[in-house]
């Protein structure tokens, strides 16, 4: 009974002790009077500013180019084509034709697809494409994909976008390093200077170029740098830091490489509607558009039929051979390259030569310039002297602003096969030279 005695005196103490502590913290914060709460700060609407990026108008007039850009759509690729819509519309302003490769599933992205119809279908595409972009490709590329791209750049002239941002799943090294490229896994930050999210930094400082000409100020979303052993077409200040790296230094979201063949950006999603039209992100995009539709990429006859970037002229030796012109003209079509049998040749336009030998002398200043000679024989500079009978010849002539391809032939049906061979493209295994081919036929 005494133990259950103390123990409500216990309690007794401690409720006691809190109401006192109560009371006493309530009179020191409140006072005798009670709470007071301080008047209403009143701000004008005008003064209300909610924080925004800052837009600006943009207005350009493009150079009109032929050409076509190549978009990798068969790694499996991390990208929509709605969210290209700001650079693809930049490229056919300027006159170029962009085409997929690859198909889309269900959710918008790219399907991936075997490593061996990946490269039958790249080394076919490249044949027509003047530049190529890479963007987020999810499938490493294998060996021989990289050096089909590495010969489109060195040896063909074309140029190549490469596009990886740290938010998003991606191999891109597998491709970039080949060009001494290594994107990071970093993302790129600034505490003191951003738009509306540290992670959205400001960039200011360019290298000249024409990738940057014009440019005073952009801002990127999700930006990574890219380490490489030349120096960046844009680079951060000291306030900029890497989720990698401790040290302050100059980091580079856009490089170039292969001798300024190869562009590579370490974020996707500044050119993605409404961001492209903040600050100068839109000059940028167009910028990088007129890269890409400006290769001055070279052609040779392996490339059938994408040096056509026009309506087409057929001439025909002899009206015999109208026949062969309507087969080749329906080859043509299935490229969607328009040609028309002329009787007179134009020399603005892009023409094809169908004829026998015997009308060789319709051609020969072009014969002549790939050092061909068709008389009893036919003489090459790469085959000894070859019998005239049951063979057809291939040559190109490229120029910058023209392409004239001549094809001669002992028979009518000889000049059939040749014409076949063209639209399978089983006329690569004749190839004698890069603008030359020798066939046997039935």
Known sequence: MSALINRFGRLGLLLVFGVGAFLVFYFYFYGVSGYDAPPPTVLPMDAITAPSSELRLFDE?????????????????????SELA????????????????????????????????????????????DSLAVILPIDDYTPEEVDLVERFILRKGGKVLLIADPTRRHQINSLAERFGLAFQSDYLY?????????????????REDEVTKGLEKIVLYTAGSIRTPNPGLAFTDGGTHSSMLEQIEPFYPLVKAAEGRVLALSDFTFMIPPRNAILDNNKLISNIADYLTSSQRSFDLADFPGFFKDDVDILLGRSELFDVAGDLKDGLATFRINAEVRGVEDITKDMVYVGLYEDSADVAQYLELAGLGVDDVIR???TPDIQREDTAIIMLNSGPERQVLVILGDSESALRDVVVRLSRGSFRDGLVGDFVGVYRTP
């Open 86 to 129: 700001a650079l693809i519309s930049r490229v056919n302003d300027r006159g170029y034709e962009v085409e997929f490769m690859g198909t889309v599933g269900r959710f918008g992205n790219f399907s991936s697809l075997s490593e061996s119809v990946r490269l039958t279908m790249m080394k076919e595409k490249l044949r027509r494409a």
């Open 61 to 81: 007039s493009p150079l009109i180019q032929k050409g076509t850009l190549l978009i990798d759509g068969i790694h499996g690729n991390d990208f929509t084509k």
């Open 190 to 206: 600034n505490t003191t200077d951003y738009d509306l999210n540290f992670q959205n930094v400001f960039i200011s400082d360019f």
């Open 380 to 382: 090459t500079p790469f």
